[in-house]
């Protein structure tokens, strides 16, 4: 067996976005957000992701900006550190090391160098109690720093951030928990605490479930389980305090927030509406509805500009504050349950898997990004408790990606199941897929499998899908091509004894269909549909089928729910070799004989990458997650590697990405393939067309070469015009991305002056290329005349003799020399 060697888990995509409040910046240019064991930094203008500020080892429970720097930010995570960024040039500046897990972490203007973290209390039930205590940050040069001489704040709040809240620069703060809220004044070092009744009159949940606190007034808002939001007043008086009602929500107020100037007030929840009401005239009220999914948390920058909001289907939109939409960062859509599975599309080679519901999401695996949302069941998504709508359940892709097969159900209690089996046609104008058949009731009961003939295309065969149902029945619909356009139909029902069949698949050639019937499986022909042979092996139901490919094609392997792992030889029919493994998902690499299988023990996966010829795996690799892998699916690479390590080797043709529990997208990389990305990077070179900046005019010649600027034409640097482009720029550069002012004054005073004699010399030199022009072309039309024998000998008559001739180089120099100012001698003479 050969271990990960120099094969890792790396970090792909994914993430949650809507885990924590995002931040924006200042300048409302950049969102951050928690995503995993990182932060995301985002533009808000592009929706790109600029920079992935990573360094904790656990997840990141909060992020915020640093008050008295607006271009920092701190992250906390429950690895017990802050850390300090630089999140413009993805820098990390310090970390402190706290000790304890934060779950949230909070800081106001009014209290420099110190920061509110949210840790659990040293008690046995750690899980449910925990405090907010101060922390103070040490102004120290070092790059780590231990954090010591905490002092608690608050006890038994929520580890929720939307829980805690600073009012009026950090005066007082607020914190919510069950039907309990606190209210503590820094100065007084007095708290205050208010409870309401669990139910009231009629019948509404009074639960807390955020709160905000006004910038300016003594105002609280809360908002409550029922849906209602509550505006607190008089807090520092107990029993003189009051509060006001706003309902409009029908169901819980997941998030509420002041504007910075306190006009307004913004509130969300699963109606997937941005209501924003007028502070002091709250019957006024504006609404941006259809935003998608519920909505999880509410931000708003600091200048007022923008809002946006976090939703549940992993989504963060921008909001320009005229409550206008203006961009939409759209993460790997979060599912509670991935029915679909893991796909590729062989077209755009996205991954596709069940995104917002009734949609079907196509993801960039290179660049991290949906691309788009494919609406499967076209009708509008009602987000109500318990009201059961379409879901799509099952999708598959032909080998060529010209089709797609997708399932659609839904279960009403007091009604039948509804089915939908829908055919979609890729089209080329469009580059997207459109609906060609929708089969209405397909089986009569729920569908277990889908898949494509991997072959027909190649082969010059009928397009064949195959589905498998709980009805007992499995289905093969044939693709028929007519004057009219294409139609699908059924082409054969098969059954084995009246068992349920619980998944299927085809051979790589598309010459076996294998179905697997409770705790038979059953092989059969798909050119005549006749049962060829049925395969026994140790009892348990049939979870997974997979045949091998290539040198490897005349195997069949399958897993049960007895933890065992078969592998069948379909030349002898008979049960090839069995091992004990609770496998939870077996797949094939399409484009070798490879087979991955990973494995749950000690609530971790394990993977084992072997050929079902040989005994020995070619790969393992302990632990590569936590919980259990149950989707994964291997993609073909654009180049291939040429790895030589054994471990390795396996990676080459294909690349296997999985996916954990909390939806983050991981995979395996190679020492050589993380080589050749870095030493790319390092030969990235500026093209000659990009525009000269001004630090290239001014700069640019103290960083040419000793060699070249020893040359002629660099004898002398040519200052740059007066009022030039160039200079102008310089002059609009802010202050904070120039260089010294030592640095550069000498060379921009000097591109500030005008030479007279540069003028003047420009004006001889242009004279004489002038002039020169006009002897090059007299000496041509004489050298083009033919002389006399006669003239030749009385020129040399006359003379006694040649003399010697001078070129025309030598020529042009003598009258440049004549034309020479020689008044100055003169002057020296007398």
Known sequence: ??????????????????????????????????????????????????????????????????????????????????RLWDFTDGILIKTYVVGYPIFSIHASRSHDGVVFAVIPMQSEKKHEAFQLVAVPLPQRADQLVEVGGLSAVLSGVDSNPAALAFGRAGEYLASVRRLQMEVYFFKQQKSYRFFLKEDNKKGGRNTFTCITCHPKDDCVATGHQDGKIRLWRNLNQKKEYTYTTLHWHHSAV?????????????????????????????????????????????????DGALFCTSHSDNKITVIQSRVKVSAVIQGLVQGENVRTGLMVDPRSRALVLNGKPGHLQFYSLQRDKLLFNLDIVQQEYIYQSGLQQFEVVRAAFDASGSWLATVEERKQEAADLELNLKLWRFHDQTQSFVLDTTVSAPHEAQITAVCFDPAAAADGRTTTLVSSSRDGHFKAWQLAESGEGPSWSCEFVGAYHGLVPGCCCFSADGS????????????????????????????????????GRLSCSKYLLGTNDNKILCCWNLLSCSLEWSTSMDVSLLLADPLSDNMAAFSVQDRSTDLFVFRPSEPRPLFSHK?????????????????????CEESSQWLNRSQLFFLTQFMDLLTFSTRAEE????????????????????????????????????????????PLPHSSAAVKELLQTPA??????????????????????????????QEEMESEKEEEDSDQETETGILRPDQELMGAQESGGPDPTLTRAQVRALRRVRRLDHSWLAGLLD
């Open 1 to 82: 067996m050969v271990e990960h060697g120099d094969v890792r888990v790396v970090y792909r995509g994914g993430g949650k976005l809507n885990f924590r409040d995002p931040v924006i910046s200042n300048d409302s240019r950049f969102l951050l957000c928690a995503s995993g064991d990182c932060v995301k930094v985002f533009s808000t203008v592009t929706e790109e992701c600029v920079h992935e500020l990573r360094g904790h080892t656990d997840l990141v429970t909060g992020v915020l900006l640093r008050p008295s720097n607006h271009l920092q930010l701190y992250s906390c995570s429950t690895d017990g550190t802050i």
């Open 736 to 765: 904070h991305v120039l260089p010294s002012t030592s640095f550069l004054c000498s060379a921009f005073v000097k591109s500030l002056l005008v030479s007279v004699t540069d003028t003047r010399e420009d004006k001889r030199s």
């Open 512 to 547: 076996l269909l294998a179905v697997g019937f409770q705790e038979v499986v059953t092989v059969w022909s798909a050119a005549s549909w006749e049962l060829l042979t049925t395969l026994s092996q140790p009892p348990g139901g049939i979870r997974d089928l997979c045949f």
């Open 623 to 643: 632990a590569v997650c936590s919980g259990t892998v149950t989707h994964a699916v291997f993609t073909p690479r654009e180049v291939m590697l040429e790895s």
């Open 675 to 718: 080589e050749k990305l870095m030493a790319a990077n390092k030969q990235l070179l500026v093209d000659d067309t990009v525009a000269m900046t001004p630090f290239y005019l001014l700069l640019g010649k103290h960083r040419r070469p000793e060699a070249a600027a020893s040359g002629p034409l660099f004898d002398r640097a040519a």
């Open 254 to 302: 997941s998030s509420v927030r002041f504007t910075p100037e306190g006009t307004n007030l913004l509130s969300g929840g699963v109606e997937s509406v941005l209501v924003q009401w007028r502070y002091g005239q709250e019957s006024q009220r504006d609404f941006l509805p259809r935003l998608g999914a519920a909505i999880t948390h509410i931000a708003v920058s600091p």
